[in-house]
Structures are given as C-alpha cells and as structure tokens.
C-alpha cells in the first residue's frame, strides 16, 4: 500500500482539470467530481482528529507539537511531488533555492530541539545558553538529495522533538533559556517550532512563485489534509493511521480509473 505521503504527492499534482473529472462518492448522490473526493480526504483526517481530541486533557506540550505538526503538513504538502529541478532554482541572486530552505528547516528543527533539552536538563552550576560546541553540525542537517529524501529528514528530525517536548511538565516549562540572545524560556521555544515552520513555508512559496509554481486547487486541499493529519498522528492508533492511508489510497486509485 502506497503511504500517506506518496499518495499525498500524487494528489498534490492533480490539474484542475484533473479535479473537474467525474467520480461519485458511493452509489448514491450526485456525480461532484473528484474536486469533492478530495473533500473526503479532508473530511475523514478532521473527523479522525475530532475524536482523538474530544475529551482529551491535553498538556501544552502535546499541543504545541500539534500546531508544530500541522505546520509541518502545510510544508509538505507544499513541496511534495514538485519537479526536482526545481530544489535547485535560484529566485534571484543570493536568494535561498528551495533545497537551502528545507535544509534550513532541518538544521534549525536540530538546534530548536537540543537547545530545549539543555535548557530543561542542564544543572544550576551550567550555563542557561548552550555551549557551542553542542549546537548540531552541518552533517546532522545535509541537503542532498530528493525532495522526498528532504522530507523524510525533516519529518524524522520533527519525531525527535515530539518524543521529548511532548513529556514536559508545568514546570519545566518556566525554565531559562537564551533565543537569538534573548532571555526567554522553554514555553517560548515550544511555540517556536511551528513559527518557524510557518516562517519558511511562506519562503517556500515565494520561491515556488518565481519559478512560476502557484499550488493550484489540488495542492491547497493536500495541504490542509496534511496538516488536519499533523493535528493527530502522534496521538492516532496505529491502526487508525493505517485505515486512513488505505482509504486515501483506495480514493486516489478511484479516481484512475
């Protein structure tokens, strides 16, 4: 079965042409086109949310790491399934190609999560700024590779975080640290994960705009079914995440055929 993210990618792609062919959701009803299949999609990760957050006593970690996650989704639907020359277009001189921002995205994905976990497990007699030579080093974030390959490590980079962050307590939260030579604390930095996801998706785009790449119809509704997806799946039964990447699946192989 193809998994969440290639299914994604092949949605993210469809024309609007494509969107305005015909399908039917069941038997019943009126022919809306696939334009509404892909509403199903949206539908049924929003659904699966509402039901792992109702009456749920969630700590602010945890929802931090949601926002973070859905963040995350709106990155990568906006990247997925793009043409791979383009990771190495270059808007203007000295501007970022998309490749530098999502390596970017990585490094500071790193450093954000092991400056949260000096900064909560540090003893009284150490600094509250991290050391130097503790901050990740330019392999810990490379930026070869494809645009799924990008992807997969940022995700990967993001679980890391998610693990820790999400197990924090009231407490740990007041606890000093130092951003960009600012006094803040670690509640601070717990809203800096998706702020700063958010910071350069919106680069992404303007990148993606130069080299003429708008997201069309198709990629704005895969964007908000992966971020809707980043709303739960840390918190989602396995079996559920599977169940939910079948029917996506099963929707997009319908409107093959």
Do not use: Y
Request: hydrophobic residues 45%; negative net charge.
């Amino acid at each position: 079965m193809p998994s969440f993210a290639d299914t994604m990618a092949t949605m993210a792609v469809f024309s609007d042409e494509d969107m305005g062919r015909s399908w039917k959701w069941g038997s019943e009803g009126s022919d809306l086109g696939v334009r509404d299949g892909f509403h199903r999609s949206l539908e049924v990760e929003m659904a699966q949310l509402a039901i792992i957050e109702s009456g749920a006593a969630l700590t602010e970690p945890i929802v931090a790491m949601a926002e973070a996650q859905r963040a995350l989704g709106r990155a990568l639907g906006l990247v997925a399934g793009q043409p791979e020359e383009l990771l190495d277009f270059q808007p203007a001189p000295g501007d970022w190609p998309l490749r530098e921002v999502v390596r970017h995205m990585i490094e500071t994905e790193l450093s954000f999560f092991v400056n949260t976990r000096w900064s909560v497990t540090r003893t009284k007699d150490q600094p509250v700024a991290m050391p130097k030579e503790l901050r990740p080093k330019d392999e810990d974030a490379p930026g070869d590779g494809t645009i799924p390959e990008l992807a997969a490590r940022l995700a990967a980079a993001r679980l890391t975080t998610d693990a820790f962050v999400s197990a924090l307590q009231p407490l740990d939260l007041a606890r000093p640290s130092v951003w960009a030579g600012n006094t803040v604390d670690v509640r601070f930095r717990l809203h800096r994960f998706a702020s700063h996801l958010t910071e350069h998706t919106i680069q992404a785009e303007k990148v993606l705009h130069a080299a003429g790449r708008d997201p069309g119809e198709a990629r704005q509704m895969v964007r908000a079914i992966w971020a809707a997806r980043g709303g739960h799946e840390r918190r989602s039964p396995a079996e559920a995440l599977a169940r939910l990447d079948q029917e996506h699946a099963a929707r997009l192989e319908s409107w093959r055929s």
